[in-house]
């Protein structure tokens, strides 16, 4: 069965890094893409970036100075990095799963991990 | 950058109503469009892709329709599990959501 599950810290200070954990199961991390998405309370959702099978990385061009997706293959994980946080980077970031044949289609996505930018 | 316009915004409809959910690209996605359905507190699930795909294990009362610009979730007969929000997804150019249709009985 496939799972993926967000964690890290529910409370980030403004200005420094936030970092989250997307523990996938039930398939590898170096044969499904895998993206990150985020939703600011009571907003819509915004793609992050992604990290394909094969190692490389995409990002979201409004946030590609900030960011840092990389994995773990031995421990089937994916990292989120972002640094330099604002008070607007506070919400809800997803991990996703592309689909197999589809690949641009995320087909499976965690619960969320909540963060809180503030000090 | 494609942007997404979901309508209506909140919708409110009876067990056994058809409802429809509509998604407009500002710009020709052809088919590239998924639908999830969220549930308060769960993870976004899968319900269409490609426009009208049925994903593996979703009942077949959810339907999408659609190309280009114009794209339709439907529902053919709402039950009350179907109470969630519905957002729309492109990925034609990168991804880009749609702001979601919330959807209660009435």
């Known amino acids: 069965q496939v799972r993926l599950k967000e964690s890290g810290p529910r409370l980030v200070q403004p200005s420094q890094t936030l970092s989250v954990t997307c523990t996938v199961s039930?398939?590898?991390?170096?044969?499904?893409?895998v993206s990150w998405v985020r939703q600011p309370p009571g907003k819509g959702l915004e793609w992050v970036g992604a990290i394909w099978k094969g190692g490389s990385t995409d990002y979201n061009s409004a946030l590609k100075s900030r960011l840092s997706i990389s994995r773990d293959t031995s421990k089937n994980q994916v990292f989120l990095k972002m640094n330099s946080l604002q008070t607007d980077d506070t919400g809800t970031y997803y991990c996703?799963?592309?689909?197999?044949?589809?690949?641009?289609?995320?087909?499976?996505w965690g619960q969320g991990a909540s963060v809180t930018v503030s000090s | 950058d494609i942007q997404m316009t979901q309508s209506p915004s909140f919708l409110s409809a009876s067990v056994g109503d058809r409802v429809t959910l509509s998604c407009k690209a500002s710009?020709?996605?052809?088919?590239?469009l998924a639908w999830y359905q969220q549930k308060l507190g769960e993870a976004p699930k899968l319900l269409i892709y490609n426009a009208n795909s049925l994903q593996t294990g979703i009942p077949s009362r959810f339907s999408g329709s659609g190309s280009g610009t114009d794209f339709t979730l439907t529902i053919s007969s709402l039950q009350p599990e179907d109470v969630a929000t519905y957002f729309c997804?492109?990925?034609?150019?990168?991804?880009?959501f749609g702001g979601g249709t919330k959807l209660e009985l009435k």
């Open positions: 039930g398939f590898s991390v170096t044969s499904y893409h």
């Open positions: 710009q020709n996605i052809n088919k590239y």
């Open positions: 997804l492109q990925h034609n150019s990168w991804w880009t």
């Open positions: 996703a799963k592309h689909h197999g044949t589809y690949y641009y289609v995320m087909d499976a």
